[in-house]
């Protein structure tokens, strides 16, 4: 049974940073991202990596956001400076089941999803 915990969402104000984590259990997944969803929106993908090496990004998010993966933790992180209210929303972490070398960002190519964590931005 997969597992996908997300962690570390918060509160905060315009221009700072968080850091959310997510925790995969069994087996380490080369292909995993982060997404997004606001309310009355739908779900869109914010940064995908492959083996933590090759990343994409929502133009939205790039320059801001880095996702990067602990193999040995089985830990996927996104490290979000320079927030702004538009970045709130609740974030959740995906895992592809199946390798590929493209870091999608659609949910769609991705099998296994975590509860979400929520991230709040204020002005």
């Known amino acids: 049974q997969v597992q996908l915990v997300e962690s570390g969402g918060g509160s905060v104000q315009a221009g700072g940073s968080l850091r959310l984590s997510c925790l995969a259990s069994g087996k380490n997944y080369a292909n995993m991202g982060w997404f997004r969803q606001a309310p009355g929106k739908e779900r869109e993908g914010v940064a995908g990596?492959?083996?933590?090496?090759?990343?994409r990004y929502a133009g939205s998010v790039q320059g801001r956001f880095t996702i990067s993966k602990d193999i040995a933790k089985k830990t996927l992180y996104l490290q979000m400076n320079s927030l702004k209210p538009e970045d709130t929303a609740m974030y959740f972490c995906a895992a592809r089941s199946t390798y590929t070398a493209w870091a999608f960002l659609e949910s769609r190519e991705y099998d296994y999803w975590g509860q979400g964590t929520q991230v709040t931005v204020s002005s």
């Open positions: 990596t492959v083996s933590g090496t090759t990343a």
